[in-house]
């Protein structure tokens, strides 16, 4: 088994225990930021920490009706710029902690007034040492390149905060997302079958909306950095303001169909898709109506859209996996990668 | 002459043109904006204006040191959620004012407690009648489906709220833009030659950082939208964060040179690629040293970076549009698309 397949497959036992490790920090977490009333939160991120980002950008949003901005790193790391952020949460993301440009921003938001967390899979790293507050993710070493358990911890803290930052999210809830992951794991299976058909595929969109834009995100990152595949990402909408024009047969269209507000208009889209005889593939769940599509990958339980993105990807992840297997590459040794890359 | 290259060429004047028009306005909207002390901007856009608002994203936090969050519309049009947005300037952009969630956007946060400013092309459009105030894009009428023109004006208005916002950026400067564009419009025959090169390119890949980052996106949506080719974009710090792993032969690298700060990233990275035996084709001016590439478009004039992004598009819209001729399709009408294009 690759080290990928056995970390996606850690995921429910890692999930559970950072809950379970973080569950007091976020309490006191919590009654910290009731006293802070932030007015404004920058979240700050690289690769897949930056799809983490992306998530917590909407669940942010959505669940505090606190503005989030999602940091570029150059205005603090190459411009110097000096930015206002009295009454702001800067978040920053990193499995490893030694991602030095999300470093350099995080201690130059400190300085200009922001309150600044970090979420990061090492507690002793440079990014634990700097911010003044740290969600652990309990991931266990990351030993294969392509981030897949501790993309969903990083995920997982960014419930935590909006937990702690208002009533929307609620632990109980949160502590059921170990179960859903495990149930799609439950896809390996067909999933292994299924990805024979896409051997030869050289291109591909993915396409999603709302909490799980993110999925769609990370999903194309995995078909890049694991089978070499030329994935684009967009929203539904942007989507249809101008790169439809790119759809043919042979450009597979991926999409994230969870239930809840956003699936009316990725089901309107992907019939229209299949009306341009484009091949389509849904990531969707039990219990969702379906429109037509050439496959669908459905997780077999009923989640509530605020806890899909999550259980979502992990099909994502596992078809990533196994379609490099069936093309003859190593998922563990994606060329010119390492697990920690430094940027400034 | 296609009706692209018609707009294209048009852009010296219709720049010439807006900023003749809107700097009275700029004045009045510099006084306002001095007494509302604006804690945040929130930009929201879709297609080729959401490539503008990510130009404005670096601008505006750049010069101003307000920060800047770009408008992730599902939030507002879709979630229906509630939003804190006292002392935030919001600032929509649409070529035709008729973007159906961009409009929702900017009353929702209007009731909100945002100020809003509209960017549009058309004066009697909805969203001029919606927004507590307009800069209007003097570009003339949009024939083209592929948006030049109106991008161009886009960002010159961001200029002028970006000058109203703080001292860095000032208007005499501004006014030297049409004059670099003039310059960038003298590639059209040396282009014409080097399209011929890639007319079997199927995909490819766009790269750019700081306030280029959106030239990389705008470049890339014409190259989907009129020659079907599917290019991604990243920085160049998230390129080397996963989707490096593509590179290939075949697979060509554009990158966005300017002078500046994000210079010595974007040479180290291009002389990577050139190791890695990727073709890379830089968009650069006079005088900037160039790293080893491909091939190298440069435009005859000393740009300062700040004013490079309006320019530095003028050879990609070129490009694009000769490569869709050079590959018997025509710019003019793209598959499945239309100019106004409404989304939810």
Redesign the interface.
Known sequence: MSLMMREISEQPDALARTLRAERGHAREFERFARRQKF??I?LVA???S?NAALFG??LL??TT??????C????YT??H?????KQ?LMVGISQSGEST?VNLVLQSGRRQGAYTVGITNETRSTMAGIVDDVFTVRAGRQRSV?ATKTYTGQLLALYLIAGGLGPAIRLDDVARIPGWVERALTLRRPLEELVERYRYM??A?VVA??LN?ASAFEFA?KL???C?????RF????F?????????RD?PIFLFHPPG??RP?LSSLARRLRR?RAETVLFTSRGVPLPPATRAIRIPADIPEIYTPIPYIVPGQIFAEQLAAAKGLNPDK????QVI?R??
């Open positions: 007015k404004m920058v690289r690769g897949t930056d950008r909407y949003e959505l009706g606190i503005p989030v901005s999602l570029a790193p150059s205005i190459l411009y710029a000096r930015l206002d952020l702001t440009d392509a050289r291109q969109v909306r709302g834009y990152l890049m950095e694991t070499y595949i030329v994935a684009e929203s539904s909408a942007d249809l303001h101008g790169p439809i024009a790119m759809v043919e450009l507000p956003c208009t341009m994606p060329r010119f990668l890359t940027t400034i």
